[in-house]
Nanobody, 124 residues
Framework: QLQLMESGGGLVQPGGSLRLSCTAS????????IGWFRQTPGKDRERVSC????????NYAESVMGRFTISRDNAKNTVYLQMNSLKPEDTAVYYC?????????????????WGQGTQVTVSS
């Protein structure tokens, strides 16, 4: 059974940093595209970033470009989201997701496996 678990969320002051981790069990992440999404109450879920297998393609939402960095460590079966210069509007529940795709030139439109989410709160 494919399982994803996020960790690393918490409370941070504006301008601070957090690193989220997405660890897989039951499968190896290296053949999957991984997406990080976030959601706040009353808003649609937003894709923050995605990375394809082999890290051949990486994409960021415009709202986080230059501040967030996605990376993968296949040896640890983990994908990270480094978040710097955090803003109050980054406050959300962050989810990681996985989708098996054969290609690596772009992120898939849909992701089938999801973690439970981790709360990120940016506040002074």
């Amino acid at each position: 059974q494919l399982q994803l678990m996020e960790s690393g969320g918490g409370l941070v002051q504006p301008g601070g940093s957090l690193r989220l981790s997405c660890t897989a069990s039951g499968f190896t992440l290296d053949q999957y595209a991984i997406g990080w999404f976030r959601q706040t109450p009353g808003k649609d879920r937003e894709r923050v970033s995605c990375i394809t297998k082999g890290s051949h393609y990486i994409n960021y939402a415009e709202s986080v470009m230059g501040r967030f960095t996605i990376s993968r460590d296949n040896a640890k079966n983990t994908v990270y989201l480094q978040m710097n210069s955090l803003k109050p509007e980054d406050t959300a529940v962050y989810y990681c997701s996985a989708e098996y795709v054969r290609y690596s030139y772009g992120c898939p439109p849909n992701f089938g496996s999801w973690g439970q989410g981790t709360q990120v709160t940016v506040s002074s």
